[in-house]
């Protein structure tokens, strides 16, 4: 079992930046796959990265590639979405997700452990 504890969400304007944090806690995070997913108001929750438990392999959404970076440090159990050059067309609910593997997938229902979510807002 894995309990994921997002932070680091927030206002910011348009070009800004902003630092998502995502502790867990239960396990050692080096067997879990990581990603972070978002959610807008009215739409699907979308993928948006993931990195491998050992942090050596990335996937981006192709629309977020070059804006947004994943990392991890394992040694903190912690997970990291640094998204710089922020757009109001990012304002959405942000979620960290674990899965009992290793390896990741762009599938959210390949995730068996989630956050609760923080709110990103990007103003114009």
Same mark, same amino acid.
């Given at each position: ?11 910011? @304007? +348009?070009? #800004?930046?902003? &630092?998502?944090?995502? =502790? *867990? ?5 080096? /067997?879990?796959?990581? !990603?972070?997913?978002? @959610? +807008?108001? #009215?739409?699907? &929750?979308?993928?948006? =990265? *993931? ?5 050596? /392999?990335?996937?981006? !959404? ?12 394992? =040694? ?49």
């Amino acid at each position: 079992q894995v309990h994921l504890d997002e932070s680091g969400g927030g206002l910011v @304007q +348009a070009g #800004g930046s902003l &630092r998502l944090s995502c =502790a *867990a806690s239960g396990r050692t995070l080096s /067997s879990y796959g990581m !990603a972070w997913f978002r @959610q +807008a108001p #009215g739409k699907d &929750r979308d993928f948006v =990265a *993931a990195i491998t438990g050992s942090g050596g /392999s990335t996937v981006y !959404a192709d629309s977020l590639k070059g804006r947004f970076t994943i990392s991890r440090d394992n =040694a903190k159990n912690t997970v990291y979405l640094q998204m710089n050059s922020l757009k109001p067309e990012d304002t959405a609910v942000y979620y960290c997700a674990a899965r009992d593997r290793p390896s990741v997938v762009m599938a959210k229902n390949g995730y068996n452990y989630w956050g609760q979510g923080t709110q990103v807002t990007v103003s114009a």
